[in-house]
């Protein structure tokens, strides 16, 4: 089985998984709450990820990184109380999606199949997607030297649904996908590319410069693997109102200078050019 079959049919078990999972839930299933219902209840409740470095992350048992800290000033901008579930990347889009959650305050990159049963917030960085190899390996200087390697991604991920475009840069160079695998988080899969397990880890130009930083000695980054993408908050699709009221947060952090400040202090480097609408 090539690289990309084995890809397709785990992605196809995981969306069959998904949806008999929600048939499963029937009509007891959540509905997402209107921004008036949110302010007539008196609090939302936003989805964070546990260990997403820079975006989210615990440290020393404390939430912390760019998503976070915008959080701190949402409290202050919105007229009710905001609940923070902290959970891993696996079960946010989905609970999103049902209402469980009315947000998820997390780096989601803007895809068309998300964009089906999601709406987006403006976007929030520069989210290319790279890959990373360990820096003892002379075997990869380029997207060619990807043909055939061992490859590791997040399960759900953009990165997982942006494979084919890889695909399409390594058949110019008459080269193949390789053996795809998944993984629940990405400190995961960072450990098996460590380890030699894999050959190569995708993920988004942000956290593989993080990555490379805290490891200079063990991580190299490599090129982009894909075309542009963004990175934003997401909401039901259809809760307009809730949408509005975030984009009116984002656009005051970005006029008055925090929003840059943020990006500069976890990213590296700000983005004073992105849309204020993305179509992938």
Same mark, same amino acid.
């Given at each position: 089985m ?12 995981a ?5 008999a999972?929600g ?7 959540a509905?997402?709450a209107?921004?008036e ?7 939302m409740?936003?989805?964070?990820e546990?260990d997403y470095k820079p ?6 048992g404390?939430?912390?990184g760019?998503?976070?800290e ?5 409290r202050?901008?919105v ?5 923070? +579930? $902290?959970i891993?990347? %696996? =079960?946010?889009l989905?609970? /999103?999606?049902?209402g ?5 305050l997390?780096a ?5 199949p998300?964009?089906?049963s999601l ?6 960085a520069?989210?290319?997607h790279?890959?990373v190899t360990?820096?003892d390996?002379t075997?990869?200087k +380029? $997207?060619?030297?990807? %043909? =055939?390697?061992?490859v590791g /991604?997040?399960?759900g ?8 475009e890889?695909?399409a840069?390594l058949d110019?160079t008459g ?12 400190p995961e899969?960072?450990?098996d ?5 894999i050959?190569?880890?995708?993920n988004?130009i942000?956290n ?6 805290d490891?200079p000695?063990?991580?190299a ?9 963004v990175?934003?908050?997401?909401i039901k ?7 509005e ?5 984002l656009?005051?952090q ?7 400040k943020l ?18």
């Amino acid at each position: 089985m090539t690289g990309f079959m084995h890809l397709a049919r785990r992605s196809l078990l995981a969306a069959l998984a998904l949806t008999a999972a929600g048939a499963a839930l029937g009509t007891h299933a959540a509905r997402a709450a209107t921004l008036e219902e949110i302010k007539a209840r008196g609090y939302m409740v936003v989805a964070t990820e546990d260990d997403y470095k820079p975006f989210e992350f615990l440290e020393d048992g404390k939430p912390t990184g760019f998503d976070n800290e915008l959080l701190v000033e949402l409290r202050k901008f919105v007229p009710f109380e905001i609940r923070q +579930e $902290i959970i891993p990347w %696996s =079960g946010i889009l989905a609970g /999103v999606a049902s209402g469980k959650y009315d947000m998820a305050l997390t780096a989601v990159i803007i895809t068309k199949p998300r964009m089906a049963s999601l709406a987006f917030t403006t976007p929030i960085a520069d989210a290319t997607h790279y890959y990373v190899t360990r820096k003892d390996d002379t075997s990869i200087k +380029e $997207i060619k030297d990807l %043909s =055939g390697k061992k490859v590791g /991604v997040q399960t759900g991920s953009a990165q997982l649904e942006k494979l084919p475009e890889l695909q399409a840069m390594l058949d110019k160079t008459g080269g193949k996908l390789g053996e795809v695998t998944q993984y629940g988080s990405y400190p995961e899969a960072y450990q098996d590319l460590a380890l030699g397990r894999i050959d190569y880890v995708i993920n988004t130009i942000i956290n593989l410069r993080s990555l490379v930083k805290d490891k200079p000695d063990v991580f190299a980054l490599g090129q982009p693997v894909s075309g542009r993408t963004v990175p934003a908050w997401a909401i039901k699709k259809g809760n307009d109102g809730l949408v509005e009221l975030m984009n009116a947060f984002l656009a005051e952090q970005k006029k008055n200078g925090n929003l840059a400040k943020l990006q500069e202090k976890w990213f590296g480097q700000s983005f004073p050019d992105l849309p204020v609408h993305f179509e992938p």
